[in-house]
């Protein structure tokens, strides 16, 4: 059975590279009908919080990629790594290390200043004839991995092809702290053989470990899965995406008022695509994935078109879902919908005109509240002249005992004529007056949801 996982580290927020990755490992194990593996990373114990936990749980749920089995903690399993780490040194694939942390500053200080890649020298690692001293008192030893003196690791990579890489360019890891903790590429695996991973789908950022995981596999005479590394996520200047400069928390993106599924459709196509297929549902995206088809080069985030995918799921979304997503938003505003019109048939209304939640939400307000308009827009717009019209157009309005968009819509005309002008100056005045903007869905349908009482009490009260 095909196996994959997910291994975030709760060192911060859901990264959105993160999130492509669980993607992509999803996708591959709902393709092929296997199961997909949440494993919370959290052997740093010093930066690891419950925090960040939380956020990641949270944001796989945001986005709505399930998991089968998990989360498991690795925090949790010491016992078990312990217990291997034991084995490797049974075996002779490890051993203890006693340097202390000045002897390693000061062999690194050496290598650099003689213009040397920084490595452990090795001091420690039994070899045949080699004398080692006593240990020294007092230092309490690490266990390094007896890393291979020569050959070559390789690799075929189901994203970046073959790849090989010297046992001569590794150290010999480090496996376990003086304290006993076991570290982070230890870890990786023994959970990725106990747990059976099939394909290991990651950043491309983990290459330089694949090599040192796969000899201790090998030393464990366990079974290597198919590694596959995605391509960084870059920003629009090339860059790689930072904190500072971009938004790459998932959170950020559901306060941008970003919809999942619009979310996922858009990483779906950062380094894989279909054809000219822009536009899909996750059961369609889970049909047509293949790890063949992910590119090996890096893709560049592109903002307006993750806006360009939003807009199109928000004209698809069920009013009864975007009401329940743009409520919480007014009311942070300060907004009472209760006092106004259904704030489903106001989206119904609105939703054609936005790209995201939050600007949805914006256009929502003049619908529960009189919008100051802009001081431009005023004098443009509403002259004495235009002012004394706007109070005949009431008039009209009171009169109506049909208050509907039709109704409404049927006094513009004869009005316009009498008046002798077009209807823009009608139209313009008349959303300023109500709405405090210019720029607002067909006016008749706006005055219709508004209603009758607050449409006459707002260009009553304008300028008073």
């Known amino acids: 059975m095909i196996r994959t996982r997910f291994a975030p580290s709760p060192t911060g927020f859901l990264h959105i590279g993160g999130v492509r990755t669980a993607l992509f490992s999803w996708a591959f194990a ?9 494993r919370i990373e959290d052997t740093d114990l010093e930066r690891s919080t419950p925090e960040s936990v939380k956020a990641i749980l949270d944001g796989m749920h945001w986005v709505g990629l399930d998991y089968d089995e998990g989360p498991f903690y690795q925090t949790q399993r010491f016992d078990r790594y312990k217990a291997v780490i034991r084995q490797l040194l ?39 004839g080699k004398v080692l001293p006593p240990p020294p008192a007092g230092v309490e030893p690490v266990v390094r991995f007896r890393t291979p003196l020569s050959g070559v690791v390789a690799w075929e990579d189901a994203v970046k092809g073959r790849i090989e890489i010297s046992n001569e360019e590794l150290d010999d890891l480090i496996i376990a702290r003086p304290d006993g903790s076991p570290t982070y590429n230890f870890c990786v695996v023994v959970d990725d053989w106990d747990m059976q991973i099939t394909h290991v789908i990651r950043g491309d950022d983990h290459v330089n470990n694949t ?43 559901a306060e941008r008022g970003i919809l999942p599924e619009a979310l996922l459709n858009y990483l779906a196509r950062l380094g894989w695509g279909h054809g000219d297929d822009e536009l899909f549902d996750m059961a369609q995206f889970v049909e047509w994935f293949d790890l063949d088809a992910v590119s090996s080069s890096p893709s560049r985030f592109d903002g307006e078109k993750l806006l360009w995918l939003n807009a199109q799921y928000l004209k698809s979304a069920s009013l009864d879902r975007l009401a329940g997503l743009v409520a919480p938003r007014l009311a942070a505003a300060g907004i009472d919908t209760a006092a106004g019109p259904a704030l489903g048939e106001v989206i119904a209304l609105l939703r054609e005109r936005v790209q995201d939640l939050n600007a949805l939400a914006l256009e929502c307000d003049y619908f529960y509240r009189r919008r100051t308009p802009d001081e431009a827009e005023v004098a443009k717009h509403l002259g004495d002249e235009s002012r004394a019209r706007m109070a005949r157009f009431a008039e009209r309005l009171a009169a ?33 007056l109500v709405c405090g903007t210019a720029h607002t869905p067909s006016v008749d349908a706006v005055l219709a949801l508004i209603g009758k009482q607050q449409v006459l009490e707002r260009m009553a009260a304008f300028g008073s």
Not at 30 to 38: D, W
Not at 96 to 124: F, I, N
């Open 211 to 253: 090599p040192r995981q796969i000899n201790i596999l090998q030393a464990l005479g366990a079974p290597l899965p198919v590694y596959g590394h995605l391509p960084m996520i870059l920003n629009a200047d090339g860059q790689k995406m930072s904190k500072r400069r971009d938004a790459v928390s998932v959170v950020d993106y």
């Open 30 to 38: 709902r393709k092929n009908k296997g199961s997909f593996v949440l």
């Open 400 to 432: 109506l005992d049909d208050w509907s968009a039709a109704s409404i819509h049927e006094l513009f005309k004869p009005f316009c004529s009498e008046e002798g002008i077009k209807m823009g100056l009608l139209g313009m005045p008349l959303r300023i």
């Open 90 to 128: 049974d075996a002779g694939h490890a051993y203890l290390c006693y340097c202390s942390r000045e002897e390693l500053e000061a062999l690194r200080a050496g290598q650099e200043e003689r213009g040397e890649k920084p490595r452990y020298d090795r001091r420690w690692r039994p070899e045949e």
